[in-house]
């Protein structure tokens, strides 16, 4: 007897889901959060921040945002080429709830590090 593939389903089934779908994943909130600190970076720069990430992730990750107009990619046409990132107002709206969720962080942190 073959077990039921549960396959997760293409619409969000609720708001939460809907939300954890565009910021989900190990890098994003950070892109977010960084950009929010230097408001713009270069995809150079990007990738200094991210030093676990690849570049193909890195690419991946940054045309996910911008087509969920999280942020907005501006390309200088010059020779070697400059493209550049920033928040859009929607991606400035998640900021707080990434403070908070940075600041629960801290918080857990601390407790481990006084435990060892």
């Known amino acids: 007897m073959q077990k039921k593939r549960k396959e997760c389903p293409e619409v969000a089934t609720c708001s939460v889901d809907y939300a954890f779908r565009r910021i989900g ?12 600190e230097h408001s713009i970076l270069r995809y150079g720069e990007l990738g200094r921040t991210l ?3 690849t570049t193909k992730m890195l690419t ?3 045309r996910e945002l911008e087509i969920d107009n999280l942020i907005n990619r501006k390309v ?3 020779v070697p080429p400059k493209v550049e990132y920033s ?4 991606g400035e709206e998640l900021i707080p709830f990434i403070t908070h969720l940075k600041e629960w962080g801290d918080k857990q ?3 481990e590090q006084m435990k060892n």
């Not at 994943?25 to 929010?36: D, E, N």
């Not at 928040?87 to 929607?90: C, G, Q, Y």
């Open 51 to 53: 030093p676990d990430i």
């Open 109 to 111: 942190l601390e407790r």
């Open 87 to 90: 928040l859009t107002e929607v």
């Open 60 to 62: 991946q990750t940054l």
């Open 76 to 78: 200088y046409h010059e």
């Open 25 to 36: 994943g190990k890098y994003k909130g950070r892109i977010l959060w960084y950009l929010h």
